[in-house]
């Protein structure tokens, strides 16, 4: 049984002046859902991630959250539709601690006070749910390796249980091990209900953990694949625009 939407994106079209970023892009994320958007670069990807996160508004075009018609005017207006993202350069303050980071500015208080027993509290059932491995919640994030500081994101992403999660680019400049530590990540976020929007240039890490892979080539969709039953060769010609080469059977 195929399951709706949580989010739709119709005919959405983007310009940058004269440059068209952006055209006539359809796509669909149900929960439960891992949607890989591919591309090469300057294909749209991360204006489309700008989009879906209300950092920039479409010339046209319409976004539907669960069946609803919205206006994506601003991030703080697509976090309270329940759409969050997290950003390549995961926007974390270095000198601040992990509780820290994943309540700046959404603190909890109790009266004038701040519940920091309450915040970290909320931190560590939010990272065990993640299976993140994180020594201290009191420790600077300054200490935390790539794969961990990826957690912190996501788990701050997390707060206030939204329905979708656009990831941009998570597995940039990882090194093996923190990479397989972020598609586990991905995975258990699809595993507990979530939408999950998984913009990457990485291949490998795309037929890891993709149940769909969409492909942006010069701003338009070129291609809606099934992760299981796609091949790399026609993902990769949807990308490039150039046909696969078919091998025949017999001599090579």
């Known amino acids: 049984?195929?399951?709706?939407?949580?989010?739709?994106l119709r005919g959405i079209t983007h310009s940058f002046g004269a440059v068209r970023a952006l055209i006539d892009v359809d796509l669909d994320?149900?929960?439960?859902?891992?949607?890989?958007?591919?591309?090469?670069?300057?294909?749209?990807?991360?204006?489309?991630?700008?989009?879906?996160?209300?950092?920039?508004?479409?010339?046209?075009g319409?976004?539907?959250?669960?069946?609803?018609?919205?206006?994506?005017?601003?991030?703080g207006l697509a976090r309270q539709l329940g759409i969050a993202t997290v950003f390549q350069d995961l926007a974390l303050c270095e000198d601040l601690d992990v509780v820290e980071n994943l309540f700046l500015g959404?603190?909890?208080?109790?009266?004038p006070v701040l519940d920091e027993v309450a915040m970290e509290r909320e931190a560590?059932?939010?990272?065990?749910?993640?299976?993140?491995?994180?020594?201290?919640?009191r420790g600077p994030v300054s200490g935390l390796s790539g794969g961990q500081r990826q957690a912190v994101a996501v788990a701050r992403?997390?707060?206030?249980?939204?329905?979708?999660l656009v990831l941009d680019?998570?597995?940039?400049?990882?090194?093996?091990?923190?990479?397989?530590?972020?598609?586990?990540?991905?995975?258990?976020?699809?595993?507990?209900?979530?939408?999950?929007?998984?913009?990457?240039?990485?291949?490998?890490?795309?037929?890891?953990?993709?149940?769909r892979v969409v492909v942006l080539r010069r701003g338009r969709v070129n291609g809606d694949f099934d992760a299981e039953t796609a091949s790399y060769?026609?993902?990769?010609?949807?990308?490039?625009?150039?046909a696969p080469t078919r091998r025949r059977g017999g001599v090579s």
């Open 169 to 211: 680019e998570p597995t940039a400049a990882l090194g093996i091990t923190q990479t397989a530590e972020v598609l586990n990540l991905v995975e258990r976020v699809r595993d507990r209900g979530y939408g999950v929007v998984l913009v990457s240039q990485n291949m490998a890490d795309v037929q890891a953990v993709a149940d």
């Open 62 to 75: 319409e976004v539907v959250v669960d069946g609803r018609e919205v206006r994506l005017s601003s991030p």
């Open 233 to 242: 060769e026609d993902i990769i010609a949807a990308i490039t625009g150039i």
């Open 106 to 111: 959404q603190e909890l208080r109790r009266g």
């Open 157 to 164: 992403a997390l707060l206030g249980e939204p329905r979708v």
């Open 1 to 8: 049984m195929t399951r709706p939407p949580v989010m739709s």
């Open 29 to 60: 994320v149900s929960a439960h859902e891992v949607v890989a958007v591919v591309g090469d670069n300057g294909a749209g990807k991360s204006t489309l991630v700008g989009v879906m996160a209300g950092a920039l508004v479409p010339d046209a």
């Open 124 to 137: 560590l059932r939010l990272l065990a749910q993640l299976s993140a491995r994180v020594t201290s919640v």
